[in-house]
């Protein structure tokens, strides 16, 4: 059964005990399972990678059936799902009524996805696919927030908080934090204030170097280089954020073998591209075959790898990973 992210009041009188939440948002995940799971909740919480379940599957579900008169309510959380947890769910469903509660965190999940496919028609669990935020949806987690901690902001710190965050909820609701904590001590707070407290001016970089290295745009990539201070962290940052657009990227080229007009496949791809974004994943996927942008990606986690071992040196690898095609 399909709940979407703007149903998620009908979780209060579902009776499931299981439910996946799956996509790239990851959150409006915590926010799905701080609102309706952990909240009041008493028990005990323990989460789980699926390769965790998969390697004691008989034990965990044998617990998963025992009950004990002194055992506290539970909730079990299991991050990283993939197909290979369908013989798992479909063997707990076969049996009787399930008392835990379980969660299931995924990446994103495509149509012909068997764990997607199951939860979808199996009226006995629910599923919730969480997409990109738009800029709508952004500025509705301003302003509730301002308006729960009763503190105004004008609109253009609103509009440069939301377009920093680059549709990450996380990122925003990080960033509304620190502005409170200064707002107790000063009353109204100026573009200068957020702009020196908030760390969205660096990670604004990370993805704009990001978003250049895949267009190719040599020279851009270069004076972001030289204009930014990058730490050993910001390395690692640096090299997730190539690899997730990378990730993107591959997907979107997938779809062009398939499909040749480019605009087609970048306004029905899922999740939604944010749309001050297209012009330059247009310009990214124009840029790179299928095979090329394959080759990227086991180049970055050979990055990765080696940076992690020699981070005194880590922003020279970084630099010279990204300055070269």
Same mark, same amino acid.
């Given at each position: 059964?399909? $709940?979407?992210?703007? +149903?998620?009041?009908?979780? =209060?009188?579902?009776?499931?005990?299981?439910?996946?939440?799956?996509?790239?948002?990851?959150?409006?995940?915590?926010?799905?399972?701080?609102?309706?799971?952990?909240?009041?909740?008493?028990?005990?919480?323990?989460?789980?990678? +699926?390769?965790?379940?998969?390697?004691?599957?008989?034990?965990?579900?044998?617990?998963?059936?025992?009950?004990?008169?002194?055992?506290?309510?539970?909730?079990?959380? $299991?991050?990283?799902?993939?197909?290979?947890?369908?013989?798992?769910?479909?063997?707990?469903?076969?049996? =009787?009524?399930?008392?835990?509660?379980?969660?299931?965190?995924?990446?994103?999940?495509?149509?012909?996805?068997?764990?997607?496919?199951?939860?979808?028609?199996?009226?006995?669990?629910?599923?919730?696919?969480?997409?990109?935020?738009?800029?709508? !949806?952004?500025?509705?987690?301003?302003? /509730?927030?301002?308006?729960?901690?009763?503190? !105004?902001?004008?609109?253009?710190?609103?509009?440069?908080?939301?377009?920093?965050?680059?549709?990450?909820?996380? /990122?925003? =609701?990080?960033?509304?934090?620190?502005?409170?904590?200064?707002?107790?001590?000063?009353?109204?707070?100026?573009?200068?204030?957020?702009?020196?407290?908030?760390?969205?001016? +660096?990670?604004?970089?990370?993805?704009?170097?990001?978003?250049?290295?895949?267009?190719?745009?040599?020279?851009?990539?270069?004076?972001?280089?030289?204009?930014?201070?990058?730490?050993? +962290?910001?390395?690692?940052? $640096?090299?997730?954020?190539?690899?997730?657009? !990378?990730?993107?990227?591959? =997907?979107?080229?997938?779809?062009?073998?398939?499909?040749?007009?480019?605009?087609?496949?970048?306004?029905?791809?899922?999740?939604?591209?944010?749309?001050?974004?297209?012009? $330059?994943?247009?310009?990214?996927?124009?840029?790179?075959?299928?095979?090329?942008?394959?080759?990227?990606?086991?180049?970055?986690?050979?990055?990765?790898?080696?940076?992690?071992?020699?981070?005194?040196?880590?922003?020279?690898?970084?630099?010279?990973?990204?300055?070269?095609?």
């Amino acid at each position: 059964m399909i $709940i979407k992210s703007f +149903e998620l009041e009908k979780l =209060k009188s579902n009776k499931s005990n299981i439910h996946l939440i799956y996509g790239n948002n990851e959150g409006i995940k915590e926010d799905i399972i701080d609102s309706f799971y952990l909240k009041n909740f008493n028990g005990e919480i323990l989460k789980y990678d +699926e390769q965790e379940i998969l390697n004691n599957k008989d034990e965990f579900i044998s617990n998963l059936f025992i009950k004990s008169l002194f055992q506290e309510s539970k909730l079990i959380i $299991i991050s990283r799902a993939t197909d290979k947890l369908i013989g798992l769910i479909t063997e707990i469903l076969k049996r =009787k009524t399930l008392e835990v509660n379980i969660i299931i965190k995924s990446t994103n999940l495509e149509k012909r996805s068997k764990l997607r496919n199951l939860f979808e028609k199996e009226n006995q669990i629910i599923c919730t696919p969480v997409y990109e935020d738009d800029v709508r !949806s952004l500025n509705t987690i301003v302003n /509730n927030f301002l308006k729960a901690n009763k503190f !105004s902001l004008s609109q253009e710190i609103k509009n440069i908080l939301i377009d920093r965050s680059k549709g990450d909820r996380i /990122n925003l =609701k990080n960033e509304l934090s620190k502005l409170r904590n200064l707002q107790i001590s000063k009353k109204k707070l100026t573009l200068e204030d957020v702009l020196k407290l908030s760390n969205l001016a +660096e990670n604004y970089s990370v993805f704009e170097l990001s978003d250049n290295y895949l267009a190719k745009n040599s020279k851009r990539v270069s004076s972001i280089l030289n204009e930014n201070n990058y730490s050993s +962290e910001d390395c690692i940052l $640096i090299i997730r954020t190539i690899l997730n657009k !990378s990730k993107r990227l591959l =997907k979107i080229r997938n779809e062009i073998d398939n499909n040749t007009n480019v605009d087609q496949v970048l306004s029905s791809f899922k999740p939604p591209i944010f749309w001050k974004e297209k012009a $330059i994943v247009k310009k990214q996927a124009q840029s790179w075959s299928t095979d090329e942008v394959k080759k990227i990606i086991f180049k970055i986690n050979d990055l990765e790898a080696v940076v992690k071992k020699n981070t005194v040196n880590s922003m020279l690898f970084v630099s010279n990973f990204v300055s070269n095609y």
